[in-house]
């Protein structure tokens, strides 16, 4: 069992570094507020399978308020989005 964790947790590494990658490169606001959330996703993810391994299911509570910070955070990228389309679009329009 060891082995699956150690494959998952090796997995997870590199497809963090891929999302990593793409909250530097962008190109635009919505791909990096997704990489933001894949992200905490994947801190989450990362968690549990080391609470999983090592056997700590005292971590589980980290994994909750992680999760929860994430989805504020994403929330309010989401608010911060919405307001600069919005004010583009009023720009573009008194043009």
């Known amino acids: 069992m060891s082995t699956v964790f150690d494959l998952v947790f090796l997995a ?5 570094a891929m999302v ?3 909250l530097v490169k962008g190109p635009t606001l919505p791909d990096r507020a997704v990489a933001g959330d894949q992200i905490s ?4 993810m990362l968690i549990a399978v080391y609470s ?3 056997n700590q299911p005292i971590l589980i509570d980290l994994v909750i308020v992680t999760a929860i910070v994430g989805f504020l955070s994403l929330a309010i990228i989401g608010i911060y989005v919405e307001r600069a389309a919005r004010g583009k679009i009023q720009r573009e329009t008194e043009h």
């Not at 997870?12 to 963090?16: D, E, I, N, P, T």
């Not at 996703?41 to 989450?44: G, L, P, S």
């Open 41 to 44: 996703i994947h801190v989450v």
């Open 12 to 16: 997870l590494c590199v497809s963090l």
């Open 52 to 54: 999983m391994s090592s």
């Open 20 to 22: 990593c990658y793409r």
